[in-house]
């Protein structure tokens, strides 16, 4: 039960776009599509922002989006706004009926 | 209004035991999966545990295998986490979440914090 592997930071500049990935392998993020991302801010609780890959709950800002590639998931935040910069991470469901989470990505909006 | 309230975190000493709660109102608790998550202080999240609406399917992950359950009581409307022999390297922020369905974890409670200490 490794956890899924995640820049430990990224950075950008309000308005651009910023990707962070997750790669796992073809026993969690590779072989479902039950991948999910949370932001969370300091001192909050996690706040679902995508899942099953590429969905957004409602109220969750388009300018959130995901993919997957095989093993590698991805999350792109465009349009870069001083409130997104928190933490995120990623999570997927694995073969052993077990969740697995990325070890988090500290975002910085410069 | 959704809400997950958990409770029973405190300060115990290695090897002690310790029982979690989460009181669910704001939906029909008996038809979802629940899971707890913990993070220990300045690092990531962690998946605990996860158990079956009806609590008929559980599932672990390894560091807390044999040491925590997890349960439910439907009609209480409430989620458990039993922690046993409880270590340091347990000590951390612990959620308990609602699994809505496929994989969507949408709804959080704020968190009970359990230190391990001497």
């Known amino acids: ?110 | 209004e959704v809400q997950l309230v958990e409770s029973g975190g405190g300060l115990v000493q290695p090897g002690e035991s310790l029982r979690l709660s989460c009181a669910a109102s704001g939906f029909i608790f008996s038809s979802y999966w629940m899971h707890w998550v913990r993070q220990a202080p300045g690092k990531g999240l962690v998946w605990v545990s996860r158990i079956k609406s009806d609590g008929g399917d559980i599932t672990y992950a390894d560091s807390v295998k044999g040491r925590f359950i997890i349960s439910r009581d439907n009609a209480k409307s409430t989620l458990y986490l039993q922690m046993n022999n409880l270590r340091a390297d347990d000590t951390g922020i612990y959620y308990c979440a609602r699994n809505y369905g496929s994989g969507k974890v949408d709804v959080w409670g704020q968190g009970t914090m359990v230190t391990v200490s001497s």
Do not use: M
Not at chain 1, 22 to 35: F, H, L, M, Q, R
Not at chain 1, 67 to 75: C, D, I, Q, R, V
Not at chain 1, 91 to 102: A, D, E, K, L, Q
């Open chain 1, 1 to 110: 039960q490794s956890a899924l592997t995640q820049p430990a930071s990224v950075s950008g500049s309000p308005g651009q776009s910023i990707n962070i990935s997750c790669t796992g392998t073809a026993s969690d993020v590779g072989g479902y599509n039950y991948v999910s991302w949370y932001q969370q801010h300091p001192g909050t609780a996690p706040k679902l922002i995508i899942y099953g890959v590429s969905y957004r709950p409602s109220g969750v800002s388009d300018r959130f989006s995901a993919s997957k590639s095989g093993n590698t998931a991805s999350l792109t935040i465009s349009g870069l706004q001083a409130e997104d910069e928190a933490d995120y991470y990623c999570s997927s469901y694995t073969t052993i009926s077990t969740w697995v989470f990325g070890g988090g990505t500290k975002l910085t909006v410069l």
